[in-house]
Nanobody
Framework: QVQLQESGPGLVNSSQTISLTCTVSGGSITANFYYWTWIRHASGKGPEWIGWIGYTGSTLYSPSLKSRASISRDTSKNQLALQLSSVTPEDTAVYYC??????????????WGQGTQVTVSS
């Protein structure tokens, strides 16, 4: 059973950087055809895809966040990381990591972390 666990500071000052870690167990982040994804959900708004790091180490970001977001991985620890710089209160949200699974027929997020609340103070 794949499990994902987000961790990191819950409160960040404006202009600073949100730094989060997603620890994955039960499956390798280098396993073929998986895309390890960061998604956030702000109160009162719909979920927003931030980006992913794929099984080869390639990355893809939302155009709206590309200039500020960086997703990386530590394969020795089986962990993902998200850094979102120059944050404002608009970045306040619950941040999730999830596994995107691709097969011949579909793409879906089959496993999610529980999410971690990050509040950016003004």
């Amino acid at each position: 059973q794949v499990q994902l666990q987000e961790s990191g500071p819950g409160l960040v000052n404006s202009s600073q950087t949100i730094s989060l870690t997603c620890t994955v167990s039960g499956g390798s982040i280098t396993a073929n055809f998986y895309y390890w994804t960061w998604i956030r959900h702000a109160s009162g708004k719909g979920p927003e895809w931030i980006g992913w790091i794929g099984y080869t180490g390639s990355t893809l970001y939302s155009p709206s966040l590309k200039s500020r977001a960086s997703i990386s991985r530590d394969t020795s620890k089986n962990q993902l990381a998200l850094q979102l710089s120059s944050v404002t209160p608009e970045d306040t949200a619950v941040y999730y990591c999830a596994r995107g699974a691709r097969n011949i027929y579909s793409y879906a997020y089959d496993f999610w972390g529980q999410g971690t609340q990050v509040t950016v103070s003004s």
